[in-house]
């Protein structure tokens, strides 16, 4: 047994998903925040679905008023480098080798962090986008999320002292008394409002992302999902096209998920090294 395997307190669920993988080899798998944890980025919710904390801002509210952008921007600022900094961890680089081993033809990835791609996945969706990048939705330019990073700290080096405890996807808790001053950076070429180039809660997912993400189910023998509780409809309507489509989903994560009652497996264990322990397997099969 390799140590990756023995880090199973029950082998018999990494027999299972083996057996399921075997059966079904071409897979149409999504990937959630509990697949970046290992990378240091916090995920949203716990073991049984619910918020950790308070939800993160919504479309509706970031372009309804000054003040919410502020709030958004002064946490951004503090919690972007978290994800910036994070590196691909053992979960990211295994479903890229199974990618080389087209087991896994398509990636579709809910997290915005990048590190499926730097970890040598080459076929991936993005359903909520990048956060490393920023987009003005006056004049419609793109900026690298890095370079705004360096207007956003030298108009506001105060906060410097702020209390700040990260959160997913690059947001921050923060307690800052000056958050009415805080300068919110136009966009460079037309002065108007920048947007972090992210699917925000109650935004739709560009419909050609969708359309892509349902074509390669359609071409999928099974659907597996990694490190998602899939309490947001954008994810778990996945599972229930492939339900539709008569195609059977496993689903590799720690607590309940929305899509329990539609599960033909289900693995409740970490995701780093039930992945690498599946990938020895298939490896040496």
Same mark, same amino acid.
């Given at each position: 047994? #390799?140590?990756?395997?023995? *880090? ?22 999504? #990937? $959630?925040?509990?697949?970046? #944890? ?24 970031? %372009?309804?008023?000054?003040? *919410? ?7 951004? &600022?503090?919690?972007? +480098? ?11 680089? =295994? %479903? ?9 033809? @398509?990636?579709? =990835? ?24 920023? &987009?003005?939705?006056?004049? $419609?330019?793109?900026?690298?999320? *890095? ?33 009415? $001053? ?8 037309? $002065? ?55 195609? +059977?989903?496993? *689903?590799?994560?720690?607590?309940? =998920? ?15 090294? @039930?992945? #690498? ?9």
């Amino acid at each position: 047994m #390799t140590e990756s395997q023995s *880090a199973f307190a029950d082998t018999s669920t990494l027999a299972d998903l083996y057996d399921f993988v075997q059966r079904h080899p071409r897979l149409f798998v999504l #990937t $959630g925040a509990g697949i970046s #944890t290992d990378s240091g980025i916090p995920g949203y919710r716990d073991e049984n679905g619910a918020w950790k904390r308070s939800p993160p801002i919504t479309l509706q509210e970031f %372009l309804g008023s000054v003040a *919410a952008r502020q709030r958004y921007w002064a946490r951004s &600022t503090v919690g972007w +480098p978290v994800v910036a900094d994070a590196q691909p961890n053992d979960a990211h680089r =295994t %479903l890229a080798r199974l990618e080389a081993a087209r087991y896994v033809p @398509t990636l579709v =990835t809910q997290n915005v962090d990048g590190l499926h791609q730097r970890a040598g996945s080459h076929e991936v969706i993005e359903l909520h986008g990048g956060i490393n990048g920023v &987009t003005c939705l006056d004049c $419609g330019a793109q900026h690298d999320r *890095a370079a705004i990073q360096h207007t956003l700290v030298v108009d506001n080096p105060g906060l410097l002292d702020a209390i700040a405890e990260p959160a997913a996807d690059g947001d921050a808790h923060l307690e800052w008394h000056d958050l009415d $001053g805080f300068r919110i950076p136009p966009c460079p070429v037309c $002065g108007g409002l920048l947007k972090p180039s992210v699917v925000f809660f109650g935004e739709s997912v560009p419909r050609e992302r969708v359309e892509q993400a349902s074509a390669a189910l359609e071409a999928a023998d099974a659907m597996l999902v990694v490190g998602s509780s899939l309490m947001v409809y954008s994810g778990y309507r996945f599972c229930v096209w492939a339900q539709k489509m008569g195609k +059977p989903i496993a *689903a590799l994560n720690l607590g309940r =998920t929305r899509a329990d009652p539609l599960l033909a497996l289900k693995v409740e264990a970490p995701c780093a090294p @039930t992945l #690498t322990a599946l990938a020895e397997r298939l490896a040496a099969a």
